[in-house]
């Protein structure tokens, strides 16, 4: 899937919303940046680690709850976190109120196509996120391909490449 700079993706099933402001193809490969509206309450991915990538997330509007192997950081406005290649993270609104927040990832590789691809899977399924086969589908796909924390990278491998052939 094609992703340019300033396009937008919405998941009609829990309002997020990807910005797309930056991409492999405009950087020259170098990041991948966007910004990712959150409402109130919505839960972010499972922990996972990016084994090619360090991202770093700089809230411009609200609060934002980032974890970072297992220790809680509350982000407001103007605060930015980066966190490293191979690194355990993820992320919450766990307050009632939006947030806006921009995530870069470096360097891009393909990650405007997943993150694009997660949105596209939501709202065609109507499900706010993929199924495991729809998810080991396209993270098997993908050079980036983040690892879900917990299970061991090889057993993944192994399970996405099955899943992906289903």
Do not use: C
Request: proline content about 5%; cysteine-free; aromatic content about 10%.
């Amino acid at each position: 899937m094609q992703v340019n700079v300033d396009d937008e993706f919405i998941n009609g099933v829990t309002g997020e919303r990807y910005a797309f402001k930056a991409t492999a193809a405009s950087t020259g490969g170098a990041y991948v940046a966007f910004e990712n509206f959150a409402p109130g309450g919505l839960q972010g991915p499972p922990s996972h680690l990016h084994p090619k990538q360090t991202e770093t997330f700089t809230v411009l509007e609200g609060q934002l709850m980032l974890t970072v192997e297992g220790k809680s950081i509350p982000l407001g406005a103007g605060e930015s976190v980066t966190v490293p290649i191979g690194v355990a993270h993820t992320f919450n609104n766990v307050w009632g109120e939006d947030v806006l927040f921009q995530v870069r990832l470096e360097p891009a590789l393909d990650s405007e196509e997943f993150f694009a691809g997660i949105i596209k899977i939501s709202n065609e399924s109507g499900r706010a996120k993929p199924s495991l086969r729809q998810l080991a589908k396209l993270i098997y796909d993908q050079e980036s391909r983040l690892q879900i924390v917990g299970v061991p990278a090889w057993v993944q491998n192994g399970l996405f490449a099955l899943l992906s052939k289903i």
